[in-house]
């Protein structure tokens, strides 16, 4: 006999069909290029930032430790679409920026993503998407960056 509520049970069957595919889709053009998704989620944030990001602050924005970061970063310069640029007054201190090629392909990667978004937006309606994205707006903020977790 089951006795888990049935509200789990659901959320552990769509979590699981959901987020794969989801994933598939949205990582399968990010793969071509070697990176992992959460490597291109740290290019874009570097391309997308005003000013030059230090590696402390990406780890700070994705409450993620420096180390974690420093992996990606690794990936990021292995096939040169970020480079590094010490701060003259702390040399240990090192600004990311995207090299050009990080560029075009960041934008390709934008690109393609942005193909699958709006046609998930085609199929459920923009108002259920922004629904969807309000619930994950709510879950970092009640959840993830709660005092309590």
Known sequence: ?????????????YYSTVLRYMD???SEPIKQF???FD???IMHEIGSSRQPL???????????????ISRQISILLKYEYV??????ADRRQKSLLLTAKGQDIDQ?????????????VKQLGSQRVEGMLDFFSDFTTQVIQSPEN
């Not at 509520?5 to 552990?12: E, G, I, R, T, Y």
């Open 1 to 13: 006999m089951n006795n888990t509520p049935k509200m789990l049970n659901d959320f552990l069957k």
């Open 24 to 26: 598939s889709y949205i």
């Open 108 to 120: 390709q990667l934008i690109d393609a993503i942005q193909n699958v978004f709006d046609s998930w």
């Open 34 to 36: 070697h990176l992992t």
């Open 39 to 41: 490597a291109f989620l």
């Open 54 to 68: 230090l590696l402390m602050d990406i780890a700070a924005s994705h409450h993620v430790s420096r180390s974690a």
């Open 83 to 88: 480079y590094q640029v010490a701060n003259p």
